[in-house]
């Protein structure tokens, strides 16, 4: 079966600008999450999809930040507008069910502002 | 609140010696916990899962993880290191009502040989 699929892999853009990360999960996964690694820090989770509802958006930074799941496939998260802070490595993962199955994670995007 | 505390941030061994990277977890409640593995330049891949079926757990490329309740640990081993495991290693623990992954800080392995 075809992974966690991520696009761009790497994203360079200015501070104020606007971005869009894509991620395309497992074919039949409900669940659907984004992560974020910052520069040295720890992975953490941003956000939660079952389906196209969001389950918990407990770790989005700010409204800055906005994520949706069409029709219960492929999610975007936009970035808009951009700051310094933001750069870091997003990640998206998709699992079967949220209890203990294990996250199957994307290769990330790299998102830098300069 | 979980947390995730990994021992050393790097850690360096011989090829051929044994691998050992520690993890410690805090849970109010039995908690799901996970090995993963970033190789570089790629996304992050389960390396084994521990759901209290069994305390020890094996899982690919030759890693096991031992569950102790008593130290809440979680460490991760591997026999004998090959070139190939040089990445970065995260443990993460989920709650089991939960759906968040709460990932340590990742230890970085180098293997020497």
């Known amino acids: 079966e075809a992974g966690v699929t991520q696009f761009p892999s790497h994203s360079v853009i200015e501070k104020g600008q606007t971005v869009t990360l894509r991620c395309d999960p497992i074919s039949g996964h409900d669940n659907l999450y984004w992560y974020r690694r910052v520069m040295g820090k720890e992975i953490k989770f941003l956000l939660h999809f079952v389906k196209e509802s969001k389950q918990d958006e407990s770790g989005m930074p700010n409204n800055r930040f906005l994520a949706e799941r069409t029709g219960g496939t492929y999610s975007t998260l936009k970035v808009q507008p951009a700051e310094l802070e933001d750069s870091g490595v997003y990640f998206c993962a998709s699992s079967q069910d949220p209890y203990g199955s294990p996250l199957h994670f994307g290769n990330g995007t790299r998102l830098t502002v300069t | 609140a979980q947390s995730v505390t990994q021992l050393g941030s790097h850690v360096s061994v011989s090829e051929g010696a044994l691998v050992l990277l520690r993890c410690n977890y805090s849970s109010s409640v039995p908690p799901y916990l996970f090995w993963y593995v970033q190789y570089p330049n790629q996304g992050l891949q389960l ?20 569950f102790k309740k008593s130290e809440t640990s979680f460490h991760l081993t591997k026999p004998s290191a090959h070139m190939s495991d040089a990445a970065e290693y995260f443990c993460a623990v989920m709650r089991g009502d939960g759906n968040k992954l709460v990932f340590g800080a990742g230890t970085i392995l180098r293997v020497k040989s």
Do not use: D, P, Q
């Open chain 2, 47 to 66: 390396l084994l899962k521990y759901t209290s079926a069994a305390t020890l757990v094996k899982g690919i490329n030759g890693f096991e993880a031992e």
